[in-house]
């Protein structure tokens, strides 16, 4: 840790990051998600479920993301933990856009897509309030982080 108290950018080991993925599924699974989803509050974000469909089975794929409210949508981060690779919900969502979200609240189906220019700029500062080692986070990858917005989609 650093003489402010913040991490400046380390992480745990890979295996680590994973298992806590691994437990965190597991308790929202065995708790019926009485466990696991908080909404976002103050200077810290919210966790909710996304399901997306697979790009090459077409099955659906669920994932526990971090996330805060931009008026009436959803913003994310594609980050993978911080590892090199696009997560695989980021890669199905570009082929697919159109998913769903559970919120402590409630489901709601959305349509994902990236965040351009001023639009990534402006979002990419509001995590920055959210979490002061994002930009030490950022440069562990090699390529830009994608800022996600999942607007409620429309029915047509």
Same mark, same amino acid.
């Given at each position: 840790?650093?003489?402010?108290?913040?991490?400046?950018?380390?992480?745990?080991?890979?295996?680590?990051?994973?298992?806590?993925?691994?437990?965190?599924?597991?308790?929202?699974?065995?708790?019926?998600?009485?466990?696991?989803?908080?909404?976002?509050?103050?200077?810290?974000?919210?966790?909710?479920?996304?399901?997306?469909?697979?790009?090459?089975?077409?099955?659906?794929?669920?994932?526990?993301?971090?996330?805060?409210? *931009? %008026?009436?949508?959803? &913003?994310?981060?594609?980050?993978?933990?911080?590892? !090199?690779? #696009?997560?695989? @919900?980021?890669?199905?969502?570009?082929?697919?856009?159109?998913?769903?979200?559970?919120?402590? *609240? %409630?489901?709601?189906? &959305?349509?994902?897509?990236?965040?351009?220019?001023? !639009?990534? #700029?402006?979002? @990419?500062?509001?995590?920055?309030?959210?979490?002061?080692?994002?930009?030490?986070?950022?440069?562990?990858?090699?390529?830009?982080?994608?800022?996600?917005?999942?607007?409620?989609?429309?029915?047509?």
């Amino acid at each position: 840790m650093s003489r402010e108290g913040t991490w400046s950018g380390r992480l745990p080991p890979r295996w680590f990051v994973r298992l806590a993925w691994k437990v965190h599924r597991a308790l929202y699974r065995l708790t019926p998600g009485r466990t696991g989803l908080w909404p976002p509050k103050g200077t810290r974000w919210g966790t909710m479920r996304l399901t997306t469909v697979g790009r090459r089975t077409g099955r659906e794929r669920s994932v526990i993301l971090a996330y805060f409210h *931009d %008026g009436p949508n959803l &913003v994310t981060l594609a980050m993978n933990g911080w590892a !090199e690779p #696009e997560p695989a @919900w980021w890669l199905n969502l570009q082929a697919k856009p159109d998913a769903s979200v559970v919120l402590v *609240d %409630g489901t709601r189906r &959305v349509r994902g897509r990236a965040a351009r220019d001023q !639009e990534h #700029e402006r979002l @990419w500062a509001r995590w920055r309030e959210l979490d002061k080692d994002l930009d030490a986070y950022a440069t562990r990858r090699p390529g830009g982080t994608a800022v996600v917005i999942l607007e409620p989609a429309t029915s047509d």
